[in-house]
Nanobody, 115 residues
Framework: EVQLVESGGGLVQPGGSLTLSCAAS????????MNWVRQAPGKGRELVAT???????NYAASVKGRFTGSRDNAKNTVYLQMNSLKPEDTAVYYC?????????WGQGTQVTVSS
């Protein structure tokens, strides 16, 4: 059974940092592109970061230069280091991948940026 379990969210002040983790199981993690996607209240989902098999990355313009995605294939885990957080980064953050046309999602972790 495929499982994606996010952790590391919380309440942080503007300008602060958080690191999210997503522990994966039930599939061959190392051969899939992994994504971080967020959904702010009342808004649609936004692709934040893509971490490819070779650990190369792409980012949304809104987070480029502030967020860093990475993966540890030995630990079946993908990470999102978030720096210089802004109130507009407040959202539920999900890790995600697609296999054979099916999207898989974790339960999400809440990130709230507020003073």
């Amino acid at each position: 059974e495929v499982q994606l379990v996010e952790s590391g969210g919380g309440l942080v002040q503007p300008g602060g940092s958080l690191t999210l983790s997503c522990a994966a199981s039930g599939f061959t993690f190392g051969v899939y592109v992994m994504n971080w996607v967020r959904q702010a209240p009342g808004k649609g989902r936004e692709l934040v970061a893509t971490i490819r098999i070779d650990s190369s990355t792409n980012y949304a313009a809104s987070v480029k230069g502030r967020f860093t995605g990475s993966r540890d294939n030995a630990k079946n885990t993908v990470y999102l280091q978030m720096n210089s957080l802004k109130p507009e980064d407040t959202a539920v953050y999900y890790c995600n991948f697609m296999r054979r046309g099916v999207q898989y999602w974790g339960q999400g972790t809440q990130v709230t940026v507020s003073s």
